[in-house]
């Protein structure tokens, strides 16, 4: 045997870096070749805690302004989401994100972490959210909602979106206030980097109530497409006799949106308003074809309760779209095909990682599939996304820098 | 095959770890109750750089006889290599994958000789 010299490292002494936590992350997108195509991300995060004082300068209301400075944000929290995302410092990003440098030429942190990670992946464009606000429609003060998502999407667009055309979003609706909402479609639809509008889907007021209509009229003519983000809300009644983190979040992620699915399928909102494109987001894939086989089932009974249908359910939630993390990969293989068969993957599924948040899943998970075309893997990677974004083709610079190498080589 | 230098044996107490690159190969070296072990760094789930995360020993439910959950703690004799990516957890004696022993970081042997740790790549 020979005797070689290697590189030799200590990882508990390495300061956090997003490069390096994803480095796997960076040679997979290498080994895979993806600067041959555009991936689009539809779902992921920043913490926008990081960056609270310049939003609470948005808040218009001058008293409600005071109230979240000396909260230092907390009139936000009013309500029990709640999780242990972080496991108990098994996930190493959560602990140590914070300790991460990244001033950059002057840009917004969130800008260069976002890049960073989106780099390392092969992402070209990322769709961002916030965190914390994905419980915020539970606050019991409806002006805490439309004052922060409003601060929230002014901050996001002019300090984040404007400043990075690789950055796009789809912004906050205070649903509990839907003329507020409305007025959000209104002020905020046309400007750089807003691809659609979102509704959180933890909530407890039904999508197909008349006051939404509006609203939904709104984003059909402006041609923007609605989503739904899931969550959990541990303090939910059945939530609530879970005793688990894992139990609350495989049940709530879904559970949101299968009930609001349903609400928006039976009241028969996609044959009201046929131009207005849905996306659902964070609740992996299983409970689709799961819902699909109960509300046709139903139908068939009682289609005089859903009268304003004129397909089976199932029809309607094949056209919608639907992210594809936490994609349920494990075990199965034959059920994961045929529930990627059941929605039309591959034109109705979107990619999307969900980082930096602990369930995310990277462009190889739909990269390897070995049931999926080439084309099928790079409609659901990019350019699915990218139509329903309106998105021109764009390579990252990096990639860009690879096919040069490769060419020149 | 070759015996790649990892570091002197008085460098590595028990706990430490210790990635060592050779090309394209990473592999992590463990210490543990005065023995060595020896993973691949890549994860079973989405090769996510498992021996770079935290060790932390296996939680267990306290049972009282009539089954009763009593609370929980950790089996201090079953340390977990815990992947930082999404907390996939291994058993650091085995590699083999803590829910599902099927699933395994590949192993790799660890060398002895003259106070140096070498391990096999
Ligand atoms: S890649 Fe290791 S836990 Fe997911």
Redo the contacts between chains.
Sequence with gaps: MNVMTPIVRDPNQQKFDTANHLAHAAQQAEDRRYEDFMIVDVDSHHYETGSYKDIFQYIEDPVMRDQFVYTKGQTMMLRSTGGFQEMAGRIARYEYRNSEQAAEGGRHKDITLTLKWMDAMGVDVACVFPTPMLGLGLNPIVEVEVQYARAYNRWLTEHILAAEPRIVSMLYLPMNDPAAALKMVEDFSGRQGVVGFLVTTVRYKPLYSNVYMKLYRALEERGLPIAFHAATNWGDQSMNITNRFIASHALGFTWFNIVHMTNWVVNGVPERFPGLKSIWIESGLAWVPFLMQRLDNEYMMRSSEAPTLKRKPSDYMREMYYTSQPMEMIGNRTMLEETFKMIAADTQLVYASDYPHWDMDLPSTIYDLPFLSLQAKKNILGETARKLFKLDTVLSPQKQARLKARAAA | ???????SELEMKDG???????D?VEVGIYRHAGSYYAYRN?CAH????A????I?NKVVDILAPDKSFLGQTYDEDEPHI?C????WEYKLKTGECAPDPKLKLRRHDVVQREGGI?V??
Excluded: K, N, S, T
């Excluded at chain 2, 430490?16 to 050779?22: A, K, L, P, S």
């Excluded at chain 2, 930082?84 to 907390?87: M, N």
């Design positions: 095959m070759a015996q790649v230098f990892v570091c430490d770890v210790r990635i060592v690159r050779q394209r890549l989405q090769g996510g750089p021996c770079e995360g935290i932390r815990v930082p990516w999404h907390g070498y096999v790549i």
